[in-house]
């Protein structure tokens, strides 16, 4: 890449100071909405026969009114709220058009809805997981466009933006269906005799010693490293643009995600456990930031070796690990047996009034001891990551409790996704780079980023699509 463009991207996405945890908010409700006035959609027009429909079909016709809205909102950002406005609109009408028999909407009991909610492989939480992902793959390309509001972008040192919630969403959402969590859920459901029949398995297993552990999980977490190394090299060799301060000089997302499940190898408690030591972690670390001049380290410090070069990496691992640990214990509440649709729903109001206090107790942290910074993912970070995340799961499992059980299957292009969530990361980020070098894109008009854009997402999606539809899970990890 020409070093004075390079230095011109660069400076493009340095230096900026993020927008508002409301915003932030909307925009990630975006999806749930869009979903919730897709299958009003689907219900109105293929009464009956939603689920009927040529996968191919049914892939274009989600494209265009879940995956479109979402890169309309993160780019013409001031049609966010029309949008939302429209679309909730638009479940309130369009049921005046379909055939008197169809059920659009379900606020009672129901039998089929229930077995759906309560089956081992929930839609909504794959929904969810899809959603995270699906809007880190669209913010990795759209941010090296003008089109792309430069305050949805990375902060440099403090605040918050869309993007700003990437790795602490998939890490938080990974943790919430780890197996961890859902083991808890089946053990607490299990019978008695089960349960010694477990136990009696367990106490059979030969326990590794720590070198063996270790080994295990270096192993089990090579394919991340390789794929952080091989980007270091791609990087340096092609003299990429790089935003130093989001990890450092050789860190990387990849690193992040395989150091964290190392480390979560030889931390074997359960998910009680995991919300105690994961409070104890952060709040830990917040006092190191705090009061033992570790901020000033990792904002301030010059990059003399490889530590310090990657401070801002190692470090946030902290912050990161917090989360995984926490969100495991959320996780516990997700696969919980529930015996109506009623008490679903009363879980999405003991979401949103734990989002609500994790909001407020946000508030009070960030006047007294912080601000949000993704950089040090600090005590503030982690809060407004649980907040957004939970608020945002609660809508997704609200849409999924009103919907009728016929429509509440998960879409083709969600379920495709989140067969294959690194593997369509990896392939979004080489896409990425394939196009920062053959445009110039900060320079791009906005018919050509939104072309562009839309091109890219639809390829990913659609690449996705094909795996599943070939039966294809590709493993990198």
Same mark, same amino acid.
């Given at each position: 890449?020409?070093?004075?463009y390079?230095?011109?991207?660069?400076?493009?996405?340095?230096?900026l100071?993020?927008s508002?945890?409301l915003?932030?908010?909307?925009?990630?409700?975006?999806?749930?909405?869009? #979903?919730?006035?897709q299958?009003v959609?689907f219900g +109105?027009?293929?009464?009956?026969?939603?689920q =009927?429909?040529p996968?191919?079909i049914?892939? /274009?016709?989600?494209?265009i009114?879940?995956?479109?809205?979402?890169? #309309?909102?993160?780019?013409?950002?001031e049609l966010l709220v029309?949008?939302?406005f429209?679309m909730l609109l638009?479940?309130f009408?369009?049921?005046?058009?379909?055939?008197?028999s169809?059920k659009l *909407?379900n *606020?009672?009991e129901?039998? @089929?809805?229930?077995?759906?909610?309560?089956h081992?492989r =929930?839609? /909504?939480i794959e929904?969810?997981?899809?959603?995270?992902?699906l809007? +880190?793959?669209?913010c990795?390309l759209a941010?090296?466009?003008?089109?792309?509001?430069?305050?949805?972008? =990375?902060t440099?040192?403090f605040?918050?933006s869309l993007m700003?919630?990437?790795?602490g969403s998939v890490?938080?959402?990974?943790a919430m269906v780890?197996?961890?969590a859902?083991?808890?859920?089946?053990t607490?459901q299990?019978?008695?005799?089960?349960?010694?029949?477990?136990?009696?398995?367990k106490?059979?297993?030969?326990?590794?010693?720590?070198?063996?552990?270790?080994?295990?999980?270096f192993?089990s977490?090579?394919?991340?490293?390789?794929l952080?190394l091989?980007?270091?090299?791609?990087t340096k060799?092609t003299? &990429?643009? @790089?935003?130093?301060?989001?990890?450092g000089i050789?860190w990387?997302?990849?690193f992040?995600?395989?150091?964290v499940a190392?480390?979560l190898? /030889?931390l074997?408690m359960?998910?009680?456990?995991?919300?105690?030591?994961?409070?104890?972690?952060i709040v830990g670390?917040q006092?190191?930031l705090?009061? &033992?001049?570790?901020?000033d380290?990792?904002?301030?410090?010059?990059?003399?070796n490889?530590?310090?070069?990657?401070k801002?990496?190692?470090?946030?691992?902290a912050?990161y690990?917090s989360?995984?640990?926490?969100?495991t214990k959320?996780? +516990?509440?997700?696969f919980k047996?529930?015996n109506?649709? =009623?008490?679903?729903?009363?879980?999405?109001?003991?979401?949103l009034?734990?989002?609500?206090?994790? *909001?407020?107790?946000?508030y009070?942290? @960030?006047?007294?001891?912080q601000?949000?910074s993704?950089r040090?993912?600090?005590?503030?970070?982690?809060?407004?990551?649980l907040a957004?995340?939970?608020?945002n799961?609660?809508?997704?499992l609200?849409?999924?409790?009103i919907?009728?059980?016929?429509?509440?299957?998960?879409?083709?292009?969600?379920?495709?996704?989140?067969?294959?969530?690194l593997?369509?990361?990896?392939l979004?980020?080489i896409?990425?780079?394939?196009?920062?070098?053959?445009?110039?894109?900060i320079?791009?008009?906005? @018919?050509?980023?939104m072309?562009v854009i839309?091109?890219y997402?639809?390829?990913?999606?659609f690449v996705?699509?094909?795996?599943?539809?070939?039966?294809?899970?590709l493993?990198? +990890?």
């Amino acid at each position: 890449m020409d070093e004075q463009y390079k230095l011109e991207h660069e400076a493009f996405v340095q230096n900026l100071t993020g927008s508002s945890l409301l915003e932030t908010c909307l925009i990630l409700n975006i999806v749930p909405v869009s #979903v919730l006035f897709q299958r009003v959609l689907f219900g +109105t027009f293929f009464p009956r026969k939603a689920q =009927k429909v040529p996968n191919l079909i049914r892939f /274009f016709l989600e494209f265009i009114t879940i995956v479109l809205p979402f890169i #309309v909102s993160v780019t013409f950002i001031e049609l966010l709220v029309p949008l939302l406005f429209f679309m909730l609109l638009s479940c309130f009408i369009l049921p005046l058009f379909s055939q008197e028999s169809v059920k659009l *909407f379900n *606020f009672g009991e129901n039998p @089929e809805s229930l077995i759906a909610l309560n089956h081992p492989r =929930k839609k /909504f939480i794959e929904e969810y997981r899809s959603f995270v992902m699906l809007a +880190t793959i669209v913010c990795i390309l759209a941010v090296d466009f003008p089109v792309f509001p430069r305050r949805l972008s =990375k902060t440099e040192t403090f605040g918050i933006s869309l993007m700003d919630i990437g790795v602490g969403s998939v890490v938080l959402s990974g943790a919430m269906v780890s197996r961890q969590a859902r083991s808890e859920s089946i053990t607490e459901q299990s019978s008695s005799a089960e349960k010694e029949k477990e136990k009696d398995q367990k106490q059979k297993k030969p326990k590794l010693s720590r070198v063996a552990l270790a080994k295990h999980a270096f192993m089990s977490n090579l394919p991340l490293m390789l794929l952080g190394l091989i980007r270091i090299v791609l990087t340096k060799s092609t003299n &990429y643009q @790089e935003h130093v301060t989001e990890y450092g000089i050789h860190w990387n997302f990849f690193f992040t995600l395989g150091f964290v499940a190392i480390v979560l190898s /030889f931390l074997k408690m359960s998910p009680n456990m995991n919300l105690v030591v994961g409070s104890i972690v952060i709040v830990g670390y917040q006092v190191l930031l705090s009061q &033992y001049g570790l901020s000033d380290y990792i904002l301030n410090h010059p990059r003399l070796n490889l530590i310090s070069a990657n401070k801002e990496g190692i470090c946030s691992l902290a912050g990161y690990l917090s989360l995984y640990l926490i969100g495991t214990k959320l996780g +516990t509440t997700i696969f919980k047996q529930r015996n109506s649709v =009623k008490e679903w729903r009363l879980y999405v109001l003991q979401l949103l009034a734990l989002s609500a206090a994790l *909001f407020a107790i946000l508030y009070w942290v @960030e006047d007294n001891v912080q601000p949000i910074s993704r950089r040090m993912t600090n005590l503030p970070y982690v809060l407004a990551i649980l907040a957004l995340n939970i608020f945002n799961f609660a809508i997704v499992l609200l849409v999924s409790t009103i919907s009728t059980s016929y429509l509440q299957h998960a879409g083709v292009i969600t379920s495709s996704i989140n067969r294959n969530q690194l593997s369509m990361f990896l392939l979004a980020n080489i896409l990425t780079g394939l196009v920062n070098f053959s445009m110039r894109t900060i320079y791009a008009t906005p @018919e050509t980023s939104m072309a562009v854009i839309t091109g890219y997402v639809f390829v990913v999606c659609f690449v996705s699509l094909l795996l599943n539809m070939k039966n294809i899970t590709l493993k990198l +990890t």
